[in-house]
């Protein structure tokens, strides 16, 4: 039987046809990890070892699983039914945690010649040897692997099914104690998974005390609001017997109450192993028919009476789910629609380049302005974002600027001097819990009168034509000179930090106004160029600003200047005359001498001006790098570096190469329209689910007694007649109502036994789309993940460079920065 030939209407019976749209909507959106995992459930049929499990199963499905006596399920296996156009049979192991990197790899290589779904049988058998081979165990050794199977055709209904090892009663000569523990762990672990579904299968042929799965359904769903109870083989009882009436009263839900209560199904004899599903139904209707189990509800008896629950019980766990699912819907659908947002419409010639070129211009404008001027309102500056430091730029070089000047007030001069009755610390070159690492060659911390003498010695090299007892005037300007060589490279070191932080938002910028591709093209081929030209301009600017400093004589009109140096004259003047006092109180004979030479007053007037002149000029210098170095040069310019004018200036090979589109960008902007049409459609349709509730898919009772059969006859035949109705109207969205495999075509051709090559479109890469679990879910598959990008060369990014000293900026200011408590020009040392 080929796979296109193959068909389960026992599988068609479980969902009615609204069901099956709305169960089809949400697994097709589950393809795009629009909803989450719990959205649609899956069954785990578990009980006790040769309790009529697998026949379960096989009555469900229509599949022959394997049900010889004596046969144990030794590993999970994972049935998994989705709708496709194009019918696909595959199966695949999952190894289990424990296993080694060498056997995961080997499992993961796992193919089987599993052509029909007949032959699952020897599948399961494949995949068991499989499993087995290399770890030295013997037949019937549990395995922590799973068999995961899929079938995909366009006659599927969307269903998991679980088939899970049985519970072992006791220990024997086959099964070890560990065995027993692992499988029952196996279990538990399944029926605790909140959208498990637990068919707990209880065999009428055992004691009904004895079989420990009902004991685990206590445990683990108290409430049984997850557990539909099975009870299988009734036909092994005694008609008449107590053990016939137990199993009754179970079947009624009366002895162990489930809110899903109870179903009992008659499994295939030994003698009916070969007869037709056809001939099984009709060998189950007439046990039922007879004796204490015709007073069961027809509803709750009989293998195609299961389905019809099982649907109904899927069907409320979604409507249960509806609100989360909607939500979540919501939230993919306005990603995708931001992501596609961003490809633009398709770009072919200079024209369409150039239109979609200009309206990313636009919108870089306008959030850089918004960066500039800390109007903070676009969702790329959220605070919950992990890069919201680098968006929100104008703080960002506020706090920079605040370092700089930190920088410049506490280790921008080359000699700490200290009054002469102060204590000589080093206190100003701690930060707190760091010792800073740098400290420029010879810089020393000196008291006043030692530095005095330092002015006299320079004084006594550099002797003009002045008078004696007045100072050179040059020599103010050669103690500053050296006084404040360092604050060319503490500049220098300010300004690549800047650029970096500017760097880095621009990155962050481009990649939320348009795909990675073309970000990272801009990136490359215009945005980098700028920043390096502006880099110049920074660095041009920076000398600019340095000159006055290193080879012009000093100059200022500032006021604070007299006032500080006829401040600076008081103090001394104060001082002299206190220790006058104190030599004349103390000893008379000093005080026939107490003045000072005129070399000494002058060496005072002249380290008085340097401080008064540093203290001025230090102002001046972080007000012109913050103010035109940094704003005007960089910082104000940014919007204009990628405007329309620049747009319309690109070469036609520019355009191409920044706005050109690849294959790849196509094929995902094709997904996106067809993620975006299935995601509206599904909140469209789970948007009318919620308001109408069950009742929108709501299935003809099944009534209880044997009499009303006509009537229910009467009702199925009525809704088989709405169905067919509602078919011909749905057949409109045939495609949405299609889920995206990757081997389908959503162009609503018919189904063949494989896509035409030209036809069919990519979607293995749809999941890099959906949401993940962290940011509005972890988006760590990001969108470029299905995009081919050119590696990126970072030719613009300006590194922090070495100074003229050969000594990197990075490693002599890096960890001078003190905490952001407030900046003042009394801080400074001099």
């Known amino acids: 039987m080929s796979p296109t030939e193959f068909e389960t209407p026992l599988l068609d019976q479980i969902y009615s046809h609204d069901q099956v749209e709305l169960f089809d909507t949400i697994d097709r959106l589950r393809h795009h990890d629009a909803c989450r995992e719990a959205g649609l459930p899956q069954l785990i049929v578990c009980g006790d070892q040769s309790s009529g499990k697998s026949s379960i199963l096989a009555g469900l499905t229509g599949l022959p699983f394997p049900t010889k006596d004596g046969l144990c399920t030794t590993f999970a296996t994972e049935l998994v039914i989705r709708r496709g156009n194009y019918t696909r049979l595959s199966s695949s192991i999952k190894p289990g945690p424990n296993r080694s990197l060498l056997e995961t790899q080997r499992l993961l290589n796992f193919q089987s010649n599993f052509s029909s779904p007949d032959k699952i049988s020897e599948l399961i058998e494949d995949a068991k040897t499989y499993m087995r081979a290399g770890s030295h165990t013997t037949a019937n050794a549990f395995s922590e692997d799973i068999l995961q199977i899929e079938i995909v055709g366009p006659k599927r209904v969307p269903l998991t099914i679980v088939d899970l090892p049985g519970l072992i009663q006791s220990v024997n000569d086959g099964q070890r104690a560990k065995d027993v523990e692992f499988v029952h762990t196996l279990v538990k672990g399944y029926m605790e998974k909140p959208r498990s579904i637990i068919l707990a299968v209880v065999s009428a042929k055992s004691e009904r005390a004895a079989q420990r799965i009902l004991r685990y359904t206590q445990e683990i769903d108290s409430k049984g609001t997850r557990t539909l109870g099975i009870i299988t083989k009734p036909d092994t009882l005694d008609s008449g017997s107590e053990n016939e009436a137990s199993y ?106 150039q239109k979609f070129l200009i309206k990313v211009s636009e919108h870089f404008q306008t959030i850089c302005r918004d960066a500039v001027n800390a109007s903070y309102t676009s969702p790329i500056f959220n605070l919950s974002s992990s890069h919201a430091q680098a968006t929100r730029l104008r703080g960002r070089v506020q706090n920079l600027n605040m370092d700089f000047a930190r920088l410049m007030y506490t280790n921008g001069h080359t000699t700490h001097i200290v009054g002469d009755g102060d204590a000589v610390t080093r ?9 800073l690492e740098f400290q420029p060659d010879g810089s020393e911390v000196q008291t006043r009168s030692r530095f005095l003498k330092v002015i006299a010695d320079l004084d006594t090299k550099s002797r003009g034509d002045e008078l004696p007892g007045l100072s050179n005037p040059h020599l103010i300007g050669d103690l500053f000179k050296e006084q404040s060589k360092r604050w060319g490279p503490i500049g220098e070191y300010h300004l690549q930090r800047v650029q970096k932080a500017v760097m880095e938002f621009l990155e962050r910028l481009l990649e939320h106004i348009t795909d990675p591709r073309t970000a990272n093209s801009l990136m490359m081929e215009l945005i980098e160029n700028k920043m390096e030209e502006m880099g110049r301009d920074l660095d041009a600017k920076l000398q600019e600003l340095v000159s006055p400093y290193t080879s012009c004589h000093p100059i200022t009109y500032d006021g604070n200047f007299i006032n500080q140096i006829r401040q600076a004259r008081a103090e001394r003047q104060d001082h002299d005359i206190q220790d006058k006092k104190a030599q004349l109180l103390g000893n008379a004979e000093q005080v026939k001498n107490p003045k000072k030479s005129p070399e000494d007053f002058a060496n005072s007037e002249i380290l008085d001006g340097l401080q008064a002149y540093y203290n001025v000029a230090i102002q001046v210098f972080i007000s012109n790098i913050t103010v035109l170095a940094v704003e005007k040069c960089l910082i104000s310019k940014l919007p204009a570096i990628f405007d329309g004018s620049t747009v319309l200036g690109l070469t036609e090979d520019q355009l191409e190469a920044i ?172």
């Open 659 to 830: 706005a050109g589109e690849s294959a790849e960008v196509r094929r995902e902007r094709s997904s996106l329209d067809d993620k975006i049409e299935d995601l509206e459609y599904g909140y469209e349709l789970l948007k009318t689910y919620a308001r109408h509730g069950a009742s929108h898919s709501s299935r003809p009772s099944i009534h209880v007694t044997a009499g009303n059969q006509e009537e229910s006859r009467h009702l199925k035949a009525e809704q088989e007649n709405k169905n067919s109705g509602s078919q011909s109207r749905s057949s409109r969205r045939s495609r949405a109502a299609t889920p995206s495999t990757p081997s389908s075509s959503l162009d609503g051709s018919s189904p063949s036994s494989s896509p035409p090559p030209s036809e069919a479109r990519s979607t293995s890469s749809l999941s890099s789309y959906g949401v993940s679990d962290t940011e509005e879910r972890k988006d760590a598959r990001n969108l470029s993940s299905a995009v081919s990008t050119p590696s990126r060369t970072k030719k613009g990014e300006r590194r922090i460079r070495s100074s003229r000293s050969g000594v990197s900026l990075d490693q002599q200011f890096g960890d001078l920065l003190l905490p952001r408590e407030g900046i003042s020009s009394h801080d400074g040392p001099v």
């Open 248 to 353: 009754v009263t179970l079947a009624r839900n009366e002895s162990v109450h489930l809110n899903l209560g109870w179903h009992v199904v008659k499994n295939r004899s030994y003698q009916t192993r070969l007869c037709s599903d056809e001939e099984r139904d009709a060998a189950e209707t007439e046990f039922f028919s007879a004796g204490k189990w015709a007073s069961i509800s027809p509803g709750h008896r009989g293998i195609e009476s299961l389905r019809t629950r099982l649907g109904d019980i899927l069907q409320k766990h979604i409507c249960d789910e509806l609100p989360f699912l909607r939500a979540d819907l919501k939230i993919a659908l306005d990603k995708s629609r931001r992501r596609r947002e961003k490809l633009g419409i398709p770009r072919i010639g200079k024209d369409d380049h």
């Open 427 to 435: 206190s100003w070159l701690i930060r707190p819990g760091l010792e």
